[in-house]
C-alpha cells in the first residue's frame, strides 16, 4: 500500500459519497416521503445517506484497489483483484439488504434483533430483517469465496471461507446495532478504520474513513442517518478488510467477540451503557445538539 493510493481512496469515497447524496436529493427513488423517517426526537430524517455512503464505499475501494495491481500469486492469478471484487461484493450485498429492510420493514412486527427474526424464521415467517440476515450471510460468504486462497488445502479453504464469512456478516449486524444516535456508528467505523491503517491492512479502511466524512455532517445535524443500508455497508467493508489482510487467530478473537456483542445486545442496551461511562458518553456526544428533556430513553 502506498500513502497516494491510501490518500486517492479515501478522496474518491468522500466525493462520490457527497455527489451521490447531492444526486438522491435531486431525485430520490420513489420520492423523498418514501426515505423519510422518524428519529429518536421524533423528527423527520432522511435515510437517503445510506445508499449514499455505499455508493462512496464502492467507488473508494475500486480507486484504491485492494493490492498493487502487479501482486500476483505464483499461480498468476491476480489476488487483488480478487480481493477488491470481494470488497465490492460485500458492500453491495450489505447495503442492498439493509436498503430493502430500511424501505420495506413492517414496523408493526413484534420481530426484532437477530433473536427475534431467527425466532420468526423458525415458526415459518421470514420477515424482511430476516431476509436481510441471510441475504447479507450469502453475500458475506460469496465475497470470503472469492478472495480465499486458492493453493490451501480444500478443508483449509472451507474453514477459511465459513470463518471470513461470518466475520464479514457479523461486523455488518454490530455497526448497525450502533446506529442508534447520530454519529455513533459513523464515529465506531472510523476508529476502526484508522486502526485497521496503523496496521497497514491496505486501502479500503481509507474508503471507510471518506465514506464517513462524506456524511458526518448531515448525520450529526440530524438531518440524515445511515440506516441498515449504509451502517451494514459500512460494517461489511470493515469485517472484509479484517478478513482479508488479518491473521486467522486475530479474525476468529474478533468474530468471537463480535458474536458476544451481538448476544449481550439482547439484553443490555448500549445506549444505555454509553450513557453510563463518562468518557464513552463525552465522544458519544462529540459534534451532535445536546439532549433534551422530550428526546425518548436510551434504547
Known sequence: MTLRRWLTAG???????????????????????????????????SLLEGPAAVAGLVAGV?????????????TGCDRGGRETVAQVVAVIGAGAFGIYD???EDT?????????????????????????????GGAALIAAA????????????????????ALIAASANFVNLLDLRPGRALKASALAATAMTAAGLGTAPAAVLGATLGTARAD????????????NALGALLGATLALGAPRPVRAVTLAALVALTVASEKVSFSRVIAGTPWLAAVDAWGRRAPTATDSAPE
Open 108 to 136: 408493526s412486527s413484534r420481530s426484532k434483533g437477530l433473536r427475534g427474526h431467527l425466532t420468526a424464521a423458525l415458526h415459518g415467517e421470514l420477515t424482511t430483517g430476516g431476509l436481510k440476515v441471510l441475504g447479507i
Open 146 to 165: 472469492i478472495a480465499s486462497d486458492r493453493r490451501a488445502s480444500a478443508p483449509v479453504r472451507v474453514l477459511d471461507i465459513a470463518l471470513d464469512g
Open 102 to 104: 430500511d424501505l420495506v
Open 220 to 231: 450529526l445535524a440530524e438531518a440524515d442517518m445511515l440506516g441498515d443500508g449504509g451502517a
Open 62 to 74: 475500486l480507486a484504491g484497489g485492494a493490492h498493487s495491481s502487479s501482486e500476483r500469486t505464483p
Open 11 to 45: 478522496v474518491v469515497s468522500a466525493a462520490a459519497t457527497a455527489a451521490a447524496r447531492a444526486g438522491l436529493a435531486a431525485r430520490a427513488p420513489g420520492g423523498e416521503q418514501r426515505w423519510t423517517r422518524r428519529n429518536h426526537r421524533g423528527e423527520p430524517i
